[in-house]
C-alpha cells in the first residue's frame, strides 16, 4: 500500500492546550519522548479531519472545502506539519499497533522482583517508573525499559555502571531483571528533589552547599570510572539530608566504552554541539565533555538560570552553545560572583583543552572560589519614610493631578516591585487606581535617567563594573528627595532615589514608562 | 474565641478602609473592592522563578503522604488543594487563613500541614504560583463549623506564632500576630470578596451623599451603614451578612 493510501488517525493519546495566541495549541502525545508542537489554528482544523480515519489526501480536500481554499495550496503550506505529525506519532497509521492508546504495563500492588507497585510515577511508551515497597517498608523505585531498538543497550550501561556506583553516588540496586527489550531495575529510592528546585527552595549559603555537593559527586563518580553521560537537574536527586544521588545511567560511559550521545538539550558540549550542527556524528563521551555539562548544572543552580540564553530555535541554540560565552551572574539577577564565575568560565571554555584538567581540579578550583565572599550589591535607599509622605493623609494625595498621579505610581509600584514591601504595593495600588493605571512619559534620550538606564542594561549584559559606577554616579548626582519636592520619576531628587534603587537590581532595572516593568 | 479587638488586622483593615474611602473621589465600587480584596498582598520580584511556589507545597507535603493518603488533591493554575474523601465541600464554609510574609512561607507550609492532617482538617488551600504565595491569603483551611474553625485557628495561632506575619485584611484575627485569621463565605459567595464588595459599596454611596466629605468621614458613615450586618472593627465572622 502506498503513503496516499494509508488512512491515518489523531492518536488517542495525544493532548491539547491551547496558548495564549488566538487559536494556537500546543499539540503533545502523552507517554512521548518527543516535545510539545505549536500548531497555528488553521493547522488544528486541518488535523481535526482525522479524528475518524482518513487519507492525507481526503483530509486536505475535506478542510479546503469547509475553509474554501485551493486545495494544493493547503498542501504546500501544510505539507511540512502532517510529516512532522506522523514522525512524532501524532498522526498514526489506523489500525495499526501505533494507533493503540497507552497502556501502563503494570498496575498498583503488582509485585516486581521483591518490590511491590505502589504508584506510577512516569509511563511512557518505551519505559516505566513506579514507586514501590520493599519488604519491611523500605521505598523503592522500580524502573522498566521496553525498547526494542535500544532497551537491551541502555539497560546493560546502567547495569555496568551501577555495579561501581550503586549506593555510592546512585542509588542502591536492588534487583535486576534483563529482557531482550531492555530489563527492569529495583532501586532504594532517594528521597529528594532534582537539584534545581532543591536550589529554588535554598538561601544563598544552602545554594553554595548544593553546588559543591553536586561537583563532589560527579568528582567521585569519575574517579570510579564512569561518566554519566545524561547531567541534567532531573538526574541528580538531593535528598532532604542533602545527600546528591545521581540516576538514570543508561548513556555512561564505563572504562571508555562507547555510549550514544544525548541528542541536544542545554547540558549540550560544544563539540557535540558543532557536530550536531554539521549533521556529523559527536565524537564519544569524555571527562572534559561531561565537565562542562556539570558546569551547566552549577552555573544554574548558583545563578538561578543556565549560562547561555537558549530560548531561541534548535539551530540558533545549537550555534550559542558551540560559540557561546557564558552569560555574567549580574545578568540573571544574582549577586556577583567573580571567583565562582571566574572558574565556571573556565569549565564552561569552548575549547575543551582549556577547561580543567579533571572533574577533581575543577572542584579544588570551586570550593576555593565559593569560600570568596560574593561581591556585596549598593546597598538599597531605605524609602520607607518617603513612603508614608505619599499615604492618603499626605499633602501629595491632595493636590496631585493624573500626570503627577502617574509619577507616584510608577515610583510605588517600583519600591514594591524591588523590594517586596507591602506599604509600597497597597499605595502603587492606590495611586495606580487613582490615574487610571497610566503610566508616566518615558525619559528623553540623553537625560540622565536615560543615560543611567541605558549603563544598568550594558551592566547587566555584560556584567562590566564600570557601567555600574556611571549609573550610580548619575543617581548619586541627582540628589535627595526633599518631603515638598513633587514626585517626578523622571528628573530631581525622586528620581534619584528610584534610580539608586534600580542600581541595587540591575537585571530587573526598569526605565520609566516602559511596558512590562 | 477571644477576638483581637485592637489587632494587627483590625489596625490594618482600618488604614485599608481610609485609603479606599480617599480613592472613591476618584473610582466606582469596582475599582474601590478591588482595591480593598488586594490590599495586604506584596509584589513578586520579576526574577522568581515560576516553579518555586510549587517546589514549597511539594517539600511541604512530603514528609505527610501517608496521612495525605486521606484526601483528594486539586491542582488548578493558582492553588494546589487537599479534600478529605469524605468531605462534603457543601459545608465547608467556615474558613482559616494563614498568613506567613513570603519569606516565612517555607517553614509556615511545613507546620500547617502537619497541624492540619493531626487535626484532620476536612479541605484546604494553597496558593500554588508566585502571585498566590505573595498575597495575603496564602493558606485557606475549610471547616464544617464555626467551633471546628475556631479550635482549629488556634491550634495554628499557637503553632506559628514565632513567624513573622503578613496578615489577611477583612478577616477575623486569632492570636497575636495576625498570622492566622478566620472568615465564613456565604451562600457559595468568598467571604473576602464579599465583604470588599460590601465596603467598595457602602464608601460609595457614602461618597456619592456628600462628595465633599472628608475621607475620615467617607469611612466613617460607610462602616456605620455596615454594622448592623458586620463586625466593622474586628471582621469576625458571625454577624449577618446582607445580600
Redesign the interface.
Known sequence: MSVDQLRYVLHPDVEQVPMGSPGEVLVARRGSRVPPQLLSGDAMALIASFREPATLVDAVLAYSRSAGVDPMATLDEAFGVLVALTRSDVLVVADAASSDALQARHQVDDAVGPARLTEPVRVLTDSEVWRAALPGGRRAVVKVVADEGHGDGLVARELAALERVSGLVAPRLVWAERTPAGGTLVLEEV?G?PAD?TA??ADDAGRDRLAARVVEAYTHLHALGVLHGDVHPGNVLVG?DGHVALIDFGLAVVDDDLAPRTAGGEYLDPQAADALLRDERSQPLDAAAEQYSVAVLVFTLLA?APPLDLECERTQALRRIATGRPRPFVA??ATPRPAVERVLRRALAVDPSRRYRSMRTFRDALTRALDVPAVPLPPEPDLTALLVGL???GAT?AHADVDRAAHVAWLL?RV???T???L???????WS??CGHAAPPTPQPGTPVARAHRALATHARTGGPAALRRARAVAGRMGVPSPDEPVDVLAGGWAGALLRLECAHP??AAQPGARGA | MPVETDGRLARLTAR?V??AA??SA??GPE?LA??CY??????????T?A??AR??V??AT?SHRTALAAYRRSRTEHWDGWTAHDADPAVLVHKVYVSPT?PAV?VALERVVAVATFLGVPSWKVGADTAGLHRADKVVLYLPSAQRADAVAQALADELADLPA?GVLFSGQVGASGIVSRGQDHDGQSWRAMVCRAVALALADARAADQSAT?QRVAADALSSLAADLDVVTWYPGARVAA
Do not use: I, K, M, N
Open positions: 528521597d528533589d528546585l529554588l527552595a532532604a538561578g540573571l539577577g499615604d492618603t493623609d494625595w509600584e514594591a516591585t524591588l517586596g514591601d507591602a509600597a504595593h497597597d499605595l502603587a495600588l492606590l487606581t487613582r537585571a530587573a | 485599608a481610609g485609603r480617599a480613592l476618584y473610582a475599582a478591588a482595591f488586594r490590599a495586604g498582598a506584596t509584589a513578586a520580584h520579576p526574577r522563578d516553579r518555586w517546589v514549597l511539594d517539600r512530603r513570603t517555607p503578613q475621607s
